[in-house]
């Protein structure tokens, strides 16, 4: 195994003292050595440890749990904490299970050994899978997330801010649903509701808002991850797709219209120009009363119009009183 640099985190000065002898008799770099958390955690950022090795009892006043995770958020390296023999109730306050890494004085130097390799292969291991996620995410030509149960993303991978042009930071600070489109909210919450009661979004499409005040159609999968209270989701881009719907539906309308024009030309009647009368289609040629009676429902009610009753009846009754 190559040489680590290893950060002691130790209350007790003489352990810590023995504890770097046996690290460096097994070729390791004693970085630094802590006397409490903080000091742990302010060291942890000035010299960059591969890994700590802390005492038990170091969080005094707080748990050693607390005080892993303290580090852990400064500085992501693993931890190998050190238990007092017997002292189960230190292992179980501390939150340790089976899979921890951890040795239990007295130990040998074969056991120290195993377990700093222990939890430097996990380490390696778990950093890989998050290089690994890191790419995928970075490659995705979809949109990744990672949504809280409280409403806001987690993690979103670099293609929303090609497809919005919000930057993932502006995207992350308010609730998704601000970035919906106001017609889309109500049934974008209750879907939401139904996958963090344990549902799933399958085919679920609705629009995000862009910066530039344009909205964009994505296509929704979606499942919970209720330990981690988080919705995992891809999003797709189907603006394109919806557009072309849309422009087929325009098409086809326009077409029906058309199509309906021509059928009104089919039904232009034939009519003679001298006598008024209407060729049907059996090429007889009926009168308008009559072709109208054979169609359709329609009777006529005879009356003059003022037009023929001032140049045809009038003179017609002028005519007869002269006698």
Avoid at 207 to 227: H, M, Q, V
Wanted: hydrophobic share 40%.
């Amino acid at each position: 195994m190559p040489a680590r640099k290893i950060l002691i985190a130790a209350a007790d000065g003489e352990a810590a003292e023995r504890l770097g002898a046996r690290l460096a008799s097994l070729g390791h770099e004693v970085a630094a050595t802590a006397r409490s958390v903080d000091e742990a955690v302010r060291l942890s950022v000035e010299v960059g440890p591969d890994l700590a090795l802390m005492g038990i009892g170091l969080g005094a006043g707080t748990n050693e749990p607390e005080a892993v995770r303290r580090l852990q958020r400064v500085l992501p390296v693993p931890t190998v904490l050190v238990i007092p023999e017997g002292d189960e109730a230190s292992l179980r306050r501390a939150g340790l299970s089976d899979a921890d890494a951890h040795v239990v004085e007295p130990f040998t130097d074969r056991e120290l050994r195993a377990n700093i390799e222990l939890a430097l292969c996990r380490s390696d291991a778990t950093r890989e899978a998050h290089d690994l996620e890191d790419r995928f995410f970075a490659a995705s030509i979809d949109m990744l997330c990672c949504l809280d149960f409280n409403g806001y993303f987690k993690r979103l991978s670099p293609s929303w801010e090609r497809a919005l042009g919000f930057t993932r930071e502006e995207l992350m600070s308010r609730p998704f649903i601000e970035f919906v489109h106001p017609d889309d909210r109500e049934r974008t919450l209750r879907q939401n509701r139904e996958v963090r009661a344990g549902g799933q979004a399958l085919g679920f499409e609705n629009r995000y808002l862009c910066k530039d005040g344009s909205f964009r159609w994505f296509l929704w999968n979606a499942t919970p991850e209720p330990a981690g209270q988080v919705i995992y989701s891809v999003a797709r881009d189907v603006t394109a797709r919806k557009q072309m719907e849309e422009e087929r539906e325009r098409l086809v309308r326009d077409l029906q219209a058309a199509l309906s024009e021509v059928k009104d030309l089919e039904e232009i009647l034939p009519i003679c120009s001298y006598c008024g009368k209407i060729r049907d289609d059996e090429d007889y040629w009926l009168t308008v009363e009559s072709y109208f009676a054979r169609h359709t429902s329609t009777r006529f009610s005879h009356g003059v119009c003022p037009s023929c009753h001032e140049s045809k009846v009038e003179p017609e009754l002028e005519r007869w009183e002269r006698g």
